[in-house]
């Protein structure tokens, strides 16, 4: 997301030609820069215009923005307009709207958009439905957790694991989890170790252990020299901490934890850092700016990023140099293309 503070046309010179040529993606940044440096009635009228013209990115700002308390000043925001311009983001195929709909919702309907989502493609998305259905219907749990480990989600194969756990079916649950620890998932370790101790394979338990302690030891030394836990480095200077040290703690946190711990970690730094809490809707932004006038960079990340976000943030190269850049150097993560991107801004 790009910008600074100040208007729009002051801020944001670069977009102006683009915006108006009516590039919609143009009109959601400038939104952004607005919104991000505390303007919400400067970055509404950016969005509207970019939804009206069919922008399903422009369409979940707005769902973003009913429920961000900074902006409705209110705890509660407008749920209707919320989840008015979800649907509309969903009923123009956005896959993230589809997900925070069966986020804010229950039951069938919760199933529904968890569904429709998934066979959109969206592997986190699959991965729920097949926990939504796990209980009731395992065959069909199976196939899910099963299309997102094509997909890529290398989280699914730990899930499939404990389901073939649930149901007695150990030999296979050793098998998945193992196959998921040799590909990486460090998270299937543990409940490898625990299933191999209750199969009365304490020998092969021991080995796993070792290797789980030899990874993990591993990742610690791989951390910057004297960095301190992700979230103690964030929470001194939100604004003007070094992002590499950041960015390897929250990967490093995130391979040994769950992904709602890490967004309950970014949620914490938030708070910590003086943002104003956004309630039940997950609409709230760090931005961690490097104080190295060589990088120009700053990381925009929200408490509520996809677990394919954070994994993604494994290969992201935060200290190149743009040739003939000029300004900050904004990355954030676009949904769309579910890739880290940059601006100049």
């Not at 931005?287 to 060589?294: A, E, L, N, R």
Request: net charge negative; proline share 3%; glycine share 8%.
């Amino acid at each position: 997301m790009a910008g600074r503070g100040g208007a729009a046309h002051e801020a944001e010179p670069w977009f102006q030609a683009l915006v108006e040529a009516g590039d919609t993606r143009a009109m959601v940044c400038v939104g952004d820069a607005a919104y991000t440096d505390h303007r919400p009635a400067e970055a509404e009228p950016w969005y509207l215009k970019a939804a009206e013209r069919g922008d399903t990115e422009a369409m979940l700002r707005l769902a973003q923005f009913h429920w961000d308390a900074r902006v409705s000043a209110s705890r509660t925001g407008d749920d209707a307009e919320m989840r008015r311009w979800l649907l509309a983001a969903a009923d123009g195929g956005n896959v993230a709207a589809m997900t925070r709909l069966a986020a804010h919702s229950t039951g069938a309907e919760r199933e529904r958009w968890y569904r429709r989502a998934a066979e959109a493609g969206d592997t986190w998305a699959a991965v729920s439905l097949a926990d939504l259905l796990a209980e009731r219907d395992g065959a069909e749990a199976e196939r899910w957790y099963r299309r997102a480990m094509t997909d890529g989600g290398l989280f699914a194969a730990t899930r499939l694991a404990r389901l073939f756990d649930r149901q007695e079916r150990f030999d296979e649950a050793v098998e998945a989890y193992r196959a998921a620890a040799e590909a990486g998932a460090t998270e299937a370790m543990a409940p490898l170790i625990d299933l191999l101790e209750r199969l009365g394979r304490s020998d092969e338990a021991g080995g796993w252990q070792r290797r789980l302690d030899a990874e993990l030891a591993s990742r610690s030394e791989g951390t910057v020299t004297g960095a301190a836990p992700w979230f103690a480095v964030v929470a001194t200077a939100v604004l003007t901490t070094a992002v590499l040290p950041f960015v390897q703690g929250l990967v490093a946190k995130a391979a040994e934890d769950t992904y709602v711990a890490v967004r309950q970690g970014l949620r914490r730094l938030f708070h910590r850092s003086g943002g104003a809490p956004a309630d039940h809707y997950g609409g709230e932004l760090l931005i961690v700016q490097d104080p190295d006038p060589s990088l120009n960079l700053a990381l925009h990340l929200w408490t509520d990023s996809p677990p394919e976000a954070i994994r993604a943030l494994a290969d992201l190269d935060l200290t190149e140099r743009e040739p003939g850049g000029t300004g900050l150097r904004r990355v954030f993560w676009n949904q769309q293309t579910k890739r880290w991107e940059s601006v100049r801004g």
